[in-house]
Nanobody, 127 residues
Framework: QVRLVESGGGLVQTGGSLRLSCAAS????????MGWFRQAPGKEREFVAG????????YYADSVKGRFTISRDNLKNMVYLRTNALKPEDTAVYYC????????????????????WGQGTQVTVSS
């Protein structure tokens, strides 16, 4: 069992920045690829960014590439999402997810590849 707790969401103006954090507990953190997803009202949950268990590989949705940065600290069991140049269309509940992977270089992209999810943190970008 892996428990994930997100924090760092809030209300920000267009062009602003936030750093989302996700604290993980329960299992060997480096055995899990981590990801951030988001879900806006009336829309399906969508992939935002992913990072491999070792931290060496990352992947981003086209909509956030160049603005968001995912990172992890395996000593602290933390994963982060730095969000810059925020837009109103970034408004959503952001979820942290963990997926077991025996290959430390692998990034997981689809929701079904992830085993554990956090409760989410709301990000609202005002225009």
């Amino acid at each position: 069992q892996v428990r994930l707790v997100e924090s760092g969401g809030g209300l920000v103006q267009t062009g602003g920045s936030l750093r989302l954090s996700c604290a993980a507990s329960g299992r060997t953190f480096s055995n899990y690829a981590m990801g951030w997803f988001r879900q806006a009202p009336g829309k399906e949950r969508e992939f935002v960014a992913g990072i491999s268990g070792g931290g060496g590989n990352t992947y981003y949705a086209d909509s956030v590439k160049g603005r968001f940065t995912i990172s992890r600290d395996n000593l602290k069991n933390m994963v982060y999402l730095r969000t810059n140049a925020l837009k109103p269309e970034d408004t959503a509940v952001y979820y942290c997810a963990a997926g077991f992977s025996s290959r430390s270089f692998r990034v997981l992209v689809t929701p079904h590849e992830y085993d554990y999810w956090g409760q989410g943190t709301q990000v609202t970008v005002s225009s």
